[in-house]
């Protein structure tokens, strides 16, 4: 969590090495040359850097606006007074380190370093938060009215995002004066450490595991009609959401649960942080009340007895130590929110020891017990095919050796296996009288390419449905760890993960282009978590040439989502059709990803068509 990452050891390393590298340089005003007589506008001032950075400062005014006495512990001041310049926030964070000993309220005088904190370090390409550090206070008074918050509201927030980074600055727009009235960010930016308030707001993130949620300001911006904001390209950022913590310890008062839809109702204020997991958060001293929506989990329709029904679904680490109610709740949202597809790519199968680190790579025991999960449920009988990786050579949790796996209903249809498949080997296309066949069956495609480096190797398999093969190929592309925040002090920011998913898009679509090239009509689903965008560059390289279509386009802009991440309502996972899959309906099924009680953090996708 964000605001829970002790850092009083890495600001004073973070901040000289930014120094060092010209990445935090700013310069003081002849004013405050001898750092006395600041004022909170002179050290925030007119960009996201403070002009008085690394400098001691004297005798800092303020009133109490906040106090966080967990995590990041520490304080808010704000001057009463403020100046005439809409761009200089009035507000300032303290780090204390230690408990605080002030209230709010107190009116009070600070010493100490001017500091900008990068959260999570300067390769994570944050902005920072401008802050004093090592302070000596004195609490001048008591009791003082806290100063008025700012609104922060549909009409104030700007429908442009960011401003475009300064080329001469590698793309930073950390030396750009802020525009408030122009960009998001740059309002944000200028409200950072005052007390702010909103406003009723609906929820568009629902409350994770470490007490937040997200909201938006903006009811109408790209909402959809279950609640959510959803993300529709690099070019159109939602500007109107806003992380929301509360001050209070959860041991004091429990954080409240809410769902995508719900309304964070009434007033909530407190000061504007930033932080390293979704930048400007809203830190409540005052909290507002849920009201719960009533959000229900989708059910997709049935396939008919002529159609095949085909899902994907990301299960999160399933593994056999996982408590047997994970088990079920996922084995029952197979059979009666997905309707029991005919086959089911599995992501994320880890192996019978998950995350112990002894070699173990069966996962045998993981998916006999969803298997039979799924009879206990009501569900068929399925089988299974899939191929062990190497250990640890296939990324995600180390020991745990996630996989692809395909279940199948073998009284729908059946599973052509050809041996010969394992974790190196390598399968094929072959064709008889213009009809495709894969070498191997289940077999891995290309796994010795350079693109599925410590990342999970297509599985790709033959099935028969009503006397007509159709191919399968169950995919997790490499993760977006690595990539900058779109709060980034980039923009924009830089999406270093791209790099390998493109090379793995290519390769699939090389393989896809191979059966197409031997039958060209050819019934092949690709099919799995993408870990990108239906408008990203891996999306392209997929469909390279038309071999692929992504599904998830027939659906309407509002309805193209299967995960939730920091209020965007966004896709990851994905079926792609080849041309031969002309008529289809598809289905991103969302049982998930906009509930606080989550089975996975993905959505489930399934396609209904007639081979």
Do not use: C
Not at 359 to 380: H, L, R, Y
Not at 453 to 467: I, Q, W, Y
């Amino acid at each position: 969590m964000s605001s829970s990452i002790p850092r009083s050891a890495a600001v004073a390393a973070v901040v000289s090495a930014a120094l060092a590298a010209g990445l935090l340089a700013g310069s003081a005003s002849a004013s405050a040359e001898d750092g006395a007589g600041v004022r909170v506008h002179d050290i925030q001032g007119t960009t996201r850097v403070s002009p008085l950075v690394g400098q001691q400062v004297t005798g800092v005014t303020g009133i109490v606006t906040g106090v966080r006495t967990y995590g990041s512990r520490g304080f808010w001041i704000q001057d009463p007074t403020p100046d005439a310049n809409p761009a200089t926030s009035e507000g300032l964070f303290v780090f204390t380190s230690s408990v605080p000993t002030v209230a709010v309220g107190d009116a009070v005088s600070v010493n100490g370093t001017v500091t900008e904190y990068v959260p999570g370090g300067l390769a994570s390409g944050n902005q920072s938060l401008t802050q004093l550090s090592k302070p000596v206070v004195t609490v001048v008074s008591q009791g003082n009215p806290v100063p008025a918050p700012v609104t922060i509201s549909s009409r104030s927030v700007p429908g442009a995002y960011a401003p475009e980074g300064d080329p001469a600055a590698g793309g930073s727009i950390n030396g750009l004066a802020l525009k408030p009235r122009t960009y998001a960010l740059d309002y944000y930016e200028s409200l950072e450490g005052a007390n702010v308030r909103i406003g009723s707001s609906r929820v568009v993130g629902a409350t994770d595991p470490y007490s937040e949620l997200w909201v938006t300001v903006k009811p109408r911006e790209n909402d959809n009609r279950r609640g959510g904001t959803v993300y529709g390209s690099y070019e159109d950022q939602n500007t109107g959401r806003l992380q929301v913590q509360s001050l209070v310890p959860t041991a004091q008062q429990p954080f409240p649960k809410a769902n995508v839809g719900d309304v964070l109702s009434g007033v909530t204020e407190g000061p504007l942080d930033f932080n390293q997991y979704g930048g400007y958060t809203l830190t409540a001293r005052t909290l507002g009340t849920v009201v719960d929506r009533g959000l229900e989990r989708e059910t997709t329709d049935r396939q008919r007895r002529n159609e095949l029904a085909v899902a994907t679904y990301n299960v999160e680490n399933l593994d056999p130590s996982d408590p047997q109610e994970k088990f079920d709740a996922l084995a029952k949202a197979v059979v009666e929110n997905l309707a029991s597809p005919d086959i089911v790519a599995l992501e994320e199968i880890q192996d019978d020891n998950g995350a112990k680190n002894d070699g173990t790579v069966s996962a045998g025991q993981t998916v006999k017990k969803f298997t039979d999960a799924i009879v206990a449920a009501g569900g068929p009988a399925y089988e299974w095919r899939s191929v062990d990786p190497e250990n640890n050579k296939d990324g995600g949790e180390p020991g745990g050796n996630i996989r692809q796996v395909f279940l199948f209903d073998p009284a729908r249809v059946s599973f052509t296996d050809r041996p010969g498949g394992d974790a190196t080997t390598a399968t094929g296309v072959t064709g008889r009288k213009g009809h495709a066949a894969l070498t191997v069956s289940p077999g891995r495609i290309d796994p010795a390419n350079a693109a599925w480096a410590d990342s999970r190797k297509p599985l790709a398999g033959e099935f028969v449905f009503r006397g007509r093969t159709v191919f399968v190929i169950a995919n997790h592309f490499g993760s977006k760890g690595g990539d900058e925040s779109i709060v980034s002090h980039h923009q924009p920011p830089n999406r270093s993960s791209e790099a390998k998913r493109l090379l793995q898009g290519q390769a699939v679509n090389g393989f896809v282009k191979q059966l197409l090239a031997v039958e060209k009509q050819a019934d092949v689903l690709v099919v799995g978590d993408i870990n990108d965008f239906e408008f990203s560059g891996t999306t392209k390289a997929l469909t390279d040439g038309g071999a692929l279509y992504p599904a998830v386009k027939s659906l309407p802009r509002s309805e193209r989502y299967s995960y939730v991440y920091q209020g965007n309502s966004q896709v990851l996972d994905q079926i792609l059709t080849s041309p031969g899959v002309r008529h289809f309906a598809y289905d991103s099924v969302h049982i998930n990803a906009e509930f606080a009680d989550q089975d996975s953090d993905h959505d489930p996708q399934v396609l209904r068509f007639r081979p």
